[in-house]
């Protein structure tokens, strides 16, 4: 078993050089620096995994033989080389760019553990080809897909170039780069629970990093029933030895608190916490990614971040299809454990975190571990429960959720949920954290919502009627589409009377920066190259989520609760209605006015 190996900070510092550690303090959309300013840390320690030879001294021509005497290494002689110290506030450092060139001689081998499978035909692979395209993949890598399914390398190649696509920069020398990627491609087959296949895997990994330092990632992008064999055996028998290895893993992590304990407790068995990288999509979006820059950058938000001045925070996702292919597996599910307990609550827990002492991985994720152990447990009386049934529309049929032949007739899965949550602490007590996420509903969208509270005293009260929620301030993050962040405030209307407007002051991302923002998969899989788990999930992070939701799905399951039913294609149970009332609560996405 390989469990230690390649996380000794030194042992990394030697075998990806290339990899520096750096804090974003501002954000514009994408992945490359351009225009950004930051302040870094530096690693600025190279060398090599090999005995060899180092170039060393001033004016770069004294020589020093460097060799690995022990299983102890030596402490290094610093060069006196002025090269060497650089002012590094001089420096636009980009902290999720690898630079090619300082990875020479290091190789990165990326295994994608389920190749076969959607996820990562048109998620996991595109993301791929797009850091490769970009330039930020070291020189020498190799990607390999592992699945049950008969195919040669070359099928595998035709059957991702399918898949991949130019959207950056217009394409300029796509062919090319596309053919050179794919060359870099190639397809073991194999169990999951076969060890003779995974050393077969090995050996093929081994044949291409010829003798180099290697490092390797696996990717899982299985059924969740085959992650711990998967895991154990990419680990012990794949394991690099000249580098380190790491392990992506795909929700659901588990069903409940024990059946997510019993996974966390069983991938311990094979690897070490800092070795698993629990990946959730929603954290890698681009306006997920500036809400901590939006808040602690920005005098303005700070102040105002709290029960003094929020009356509520949203929380909203809603797609305008179902579950058309995913009936099956998301009847095992749910909508609570799909979305909310997830996504919506990772988002919470960034939102609402406390300053962190620093933009360090491990100081951000105490700090939302924090909010998470603070939070109340989701009681049945504080949620609303929906199911989509089928409707016909101007011609055409659209299927209820009980019609998918993979679902069961009598299926009580809830394909909508709407909650009221609290966070048991000094900043936001007794602010409602409402979430919202349903499938088949009336519109696709990602947001949060945050309504302030009413003027006190407000001298234009009666100017907007009797309705005081038409005169609330509200900031949206629109997370997708559209990705924009908007404050709506309160405005004369231009002319010579005394007439107020509800209007919005705008940051829409696709007028202002005229760039393709990058998916979600690309900034998560760079972060897992770079050894940064900032966006990524915490084994007592992920606990304290479980336990926010495991009474209540134990007691739905056990009371069989049956959901609201409500059309395709409409804005949701009215029940949700409801539970906003009784919270003082205007859903914002339901809004009628203009402003949005």
Same mark, same amino acid.
């Given at each position: 078993?390989?469990?230690?190996?390649?996380?000794?900070?030194?042992?990394?510092?030697?075998?990806?050089?290339?990899?520096?550690?750096?804090?974003?303090?501002?954000?514009?959309?994408?992945?490359?620096?351009?225009?950004?300013?930051?302040?870094?840390?530096?690693?600025?320690?190279?060398?090599?995994?090999?005995?060899?030879?180092?170039?060393?001294?001033?004016?770069?021509?004294?020589?020093?033989?460097?060799?690995?005497?022990?299983?102890?290494?030596?402490?290094?002689?610093?060069?006196?080389?002025?090269?060497?110290?650089?002012?590094?506030?001089?420096?636009?450092?980009?902290?999720?760019?690898?630079?090619?060139?300082?990875?020479?001689?290091?190789?990165?081998?990326?295994?994608?553990?389920?190749?076969?499978?959607?996820?990562?035909?048109?998620?996991?692979?595109?993301?791929?080809?797009?850091?490769?395209?970009?330039?930020?993949?070291?020189?020498?890598?190799?990607?390999?897909?592992?699945?049950?399914?008969?195919?040669?390398?070359?099928?595998?190649?035709?059957?991702?170039?399918?898949?991949?696509?130019?959207?950056?920069? &217009?394409?300029?020398?796509?062919?090319?780069?596309?053919?050179?990627?794919?060359?870099?491609?190639?397809?073991?087959?194999?169990?999951?629970?076969?060890?003779?296949?995974?050393?077969?895997?090995?050996?093929?990994?081994?044949?291409?990093?010829?003798?180099?330092?290697?490092?390797?990632?696996?990717?899982?992008?299985?059924?969740?029933?085959?992650?711990?064999?998967?895991? &154990?055996?990419?680990?012990?028998?794949?394991?690099?030895?000249?580098?380190?290895?790491?392990?992506?893993?795909?929700?659901?992590?588990?069903?409940?608190?024990?059946?997510?304990?019993?996974?966390?407790?069983?991938?311990?068995?094979?690897?070490?916490?800092?070795?698993?990288?629990?990946?959730?999509?929603?954290?890698?979006?681009?306006?997920?990614?500036?809400?901590?820059?939006?808040?602690?950058?920005?005098?303005?938000?700070?102040?105002?971040?709290?029960?003094?001045?929020?009356?509520?925070?949203?929380?909203?996702?809603?797609?305008?299809?179902?579950?058309?292919?995913?009936?099956?597996?998301?009847?095992?599910?749910?909508?609570?454990?799909?979305?909310?307990?997830?996504?919506?609550?990772?988002?919470?827990?960034?939102?609402?975190?406390?300053?962190?002492?620093?933009?360090?991985?491990?100081?951000?994720?105490?700090?939302?571990?924090?909010?998470?152990?603070?939070?109340?447990?989701?009681?049945?009386?504080?949620?609303?429960?929906?199911?989509?049934?089928?409707?016909?529309?101007?011609?055409?049929?659209?299927?209820?959720?009980?019609?998918?032949?993979?679902?069961?007739?009598?299926?009580?899965?809830?394909?909508?949920?709407?909650?009221?949550?609290?966070?048991?602490?000094?900043?936001?007590?007794?602010?409602?954290?409402?979430?919202?996420?349903?499938?088949?509903?009336?519109?696709?969208?990602?947001?949060?919502?945050?309504?302030?509270?009413?003027?006190?005293?407000?001298?234009?009260?009666?100017?907007?009627?009797?309705?005081?929620?038409?005169?609330?301030?509200?900031?949206?993050?629109?997370?997708?589409?559209?990705?924009?962040?908007?404050?709506?405030?309160?405005?004369?209307?231009?002319?010579?009377?005394?007439?107020?407007?509800?209007?919005?002051?705008?940051?829409?991302?696709?007028?202002?920066?005229?760039?393709?923002?990058?998916?979600?998969?690309?900034?998560?899989?760079?972060?897992?190259?770079?050894?940064?788990?900032?966006?990524?999930?915490?084994?007592?992070?992920?606990?304290?989520?479980?336990?926010?939701?495991?009474?209540?799905?134990?007691?739905?399951?056990?009371?069989?609760?049956?959901?609201?039913?409500?059309?395709?294609?409409?804005?949701?149970?009215?029940?949700?209605?409801?539970?906003?009332?009784?919270?003082?609560?205007?859903?914002?996405?339901?809004?009628?006015?203009?402003?949005?």
């Amino acid at each position: 078993m390989m469990k230690g190996v390649g996380l000794n900070v030194g042992a990394q510092a030697r075998c990806f050089p290339g990899l520096r550690l750096a804090q974003s303090v501002s954000r514009v959309p994408g992945l490359s620096s351009g225009s950004f300013r930051r302040n870094s840390l530096r690693s600025g320690w190279r060398q090599s995994c090999q005995a060899s030879d180092v170039t060393a001294g001033s004016n770069g021509k004294a020589q020093q033989t460097a060799a690995v005497a022990s299983e102890v290494d030596p402490l290094p002689e610093i060069p006196n080389d002025s090269s060497l110290y650089q002012d590094w506030s001089t420096v636009d450092d980009d902290p999720y760019r690898v630079e090619c060139g300082e990875c020479e001689g290091t190789s990165l081998s990326i295994v994608v553990v389920g190749a076969s499978g959607d996820l990562a035909r048109k998620k996991i692979l595109p993301a791929l080809f797009a850091l490769y395209y970009e330039g930020m993949l070291p020189e020498k890598f190799q990607i390999f897909g592992y699945a049950r399914s008969g195919m040669t390398d070359s099928d595998f190649r035709t059957a991702i170039a399918e898949t991949l696509t130019c959207r950056i920069h &217009g394409g300029a020398d796509c062919e090319t780069k596309m053919d050179d990627f794919l060359a870099k491609c190639y397809y073991q087959r194999g169990m999951y629970d076969s060890p003779k296949d995974f050393k077969a895997l090995d050996e093929r990994i081994e044949k291409l990093e010829v003798g180099c330092p290697g490092n390797r990632i696996f990717y899982l992008s299985i059924p969740p029933n085959v992650f711990v064999q998967a895991a &154990g055996n990419a680990a012990d028998i794949c394991s690099s030895r000249t580098g380190w290895t790491r392990c992506v893993v795909e929700k659901p992590f588990g069903r409940d608190s024990e059946t997510s304990r019993e996974l966390s407790q069983q991938l311990s068995k094979h690897l070490t916490e800092d070795q698993i990288y629990r990946i959730d999509h929603y954290l890698g979006k681009e306006l997920i990614e500036n809400l901590t820059v939006l808040r602690f950058s920005n005098l303005i938000f700070e102040p105002l971040w709290s029960r003094q001045y929020i009356r509520n925070v949203q929380v909203i996702f809603s797609e305008d299809f179902g579950t058309e292919g995913r009936g099956g597996y998301f009847d095992q599910y749910g909508i609570i454990r799909d979305v909310i307990q997830n996504h919506l609550v990772q988002i919470v827990a960034l939102f609402a975190m406390e300053p962190p002492v620093s933009l360090q991985a491990e100081d951000i994720r105490n700090e939302k571990v924090k909010v998470l152990r603070s939070m109340k447990p989701l009681k049945l009386e504080d949620c609303v429960l929906g199911q989509y049934t089928g409707r016909r529309s101007k011609g055409h049929n659209y299927p209820g959720y009980t019609d998918d032949e993979t679902v069961p007739l009598n299926s009580t899965t809830p394909t909508f949920a709407a909650a009221a949550m609290f966070i048991d602490n000094a900043r936001w007590d007794g602010v409602p954290f409402l979430f919202k996420a349903g499938k088949a509903l009336s519109s696709r969208r990602a947001e949060i919502r945050v309504q302030f509270r009413h003027v006190p005293g407000n001298l234009y009260r009666s100017k907007f009627g009797a309705d005081r929620d038409a005169a609330t301030n509200e900031l949206v993050i629109r997370i997708q589409p559209q990705e924009s962040v908007y404050l709506k405030i309160n405005n004369k209307v231009p002319g010579l009377g005394l007439r107020l407007e509800n209007t919005r002051l705008d940051l829409p991302y696709h007028a202002i920066y005229d760039q393709e923002l990058p998916d979600a998969y690309e900034r998560l899989i760079l972060d897992v190259i770079n050894g940064d788990k900032r966006l990524f999930i915490r084994s007592d992070e992920l606990e304290a989520a479980w336990e926010l939701f495991t009474p209540v799905l134990h007691q739905l399951e056990e009371e069989k609760v049956v959901p609201e039913l409500y059309p395709y294609g409409s804005r949701g149970p009215v029940g949700s209605h409801y539970l906003g009332a009784k919270h003082n609560v205007r859903w914002g996405d339901l809004s009628y006015g203009a402003s949005g």
